[in-house]
């Protein structure tokens, strides 16, 4: 999925992604290849698309809780 615009500059461990919503972040992909298991420090960039796992309930709280 797209990244939602409240996440751009914030890295996965500054927005509490899993503890917040239940879904975690394996890849990033911002540019060709995408990136498994991405640093959870780094910052994400705008145009970024995350590929999350989780339950259909988390997924659910992710979409709610971040959509644009």
Same mark, same amino acid.
């Given at each position: 999925?797209?990244?939602?615009?409240?996440?751009?500059?914030?890295?996965?461990?500054?927005?509490?992604?899993?503890?917040?919503?239940?879904?975690?972040?394996?890849? $990033?992909? &911002? /540019?060709?290849?995408?990136? !498994?298991?991405?640093? @959870?420090?780094?910052? $994400?960039? &705008? /145009?970024?698309?995350?590929? !999350?796992?989780?339950? @259909?309930?988390?997924?659910?709280?992710?979409?709610?809780?971040?959509?644009?």
């Amino acid at each position: 999925m797209p990244l939602p615009p409240a996440l751009a500059g914030k890295s996965i461990a500054e927005c509490h992604i899993r503890r917040k919503t239940g879904c975690t972040v394996v890849a $990033l992909h &911002a /540019d060709k290849d995408p990136e !498994l298991m991405p640093d @959870p420090h780094k910052p $994400l960039p &705008a /145009d970024a698309r995350l590929i !999350l796992i989780g339950t @259909p309930e988390a997924e659910e709280r992710f979409l709610k809780l971040y959509k644009d």
